[in-house]
């Protein structure tokens, strides 16, 4: 059992950076993916970054590559997205995922099995 809970979330002017951080309760094994996913009202949710813990592989949206980045830490207890060059179409409800299972790309929400609360970023001027 896995319990994620995001954090960071924040209102920015474009071309701003934040960080967003997911802590993590529970096993995290080496078979494990995690990732970052966004969504915006009446829109379904999208990948925007994961990694494997196993071999530290990352994977991005189109949309986000060279702006974001995707990271763990040491202790595999928090997933952290760090976000810069923000632009408006960037503002999303931003969660967290986890997944006992390896990923080779991007994954897909029906990919993960446990899911944070989300957190709000908004990008505007």
Known sequence: QVQLVESGGDSVQPGGSLRLSCAVSGDIPTRTCMG????????????????YIGGGNTYY???????????????????????????????????????????????????????GQGTQVTVSS
Do not use: H
């Not at 632009?87 to 999303?92: F, R, V, W």
């Open 36 to 51: 970052w996913f966004r969504q915006t009202p009446g829109k379904e949710r999208e990948g925007v970054a994961s990694l």
């Open 61 to 115: 949206a189109d949309s986000v590559k060279g702006r974001f980045t995707i990271s763990v830490s040491n202790a595999k207890k928090t997933l952290y997205l760090r976000m810069n060059n923000l632009k408006p179409e960037d503002t999303a409800l931003y969660y967290c995922a986890a997944s006992y299972t390896f990923c080779s790309g991007l994954s897909r929400v029906s990919d993960f099995t446990y899911w």
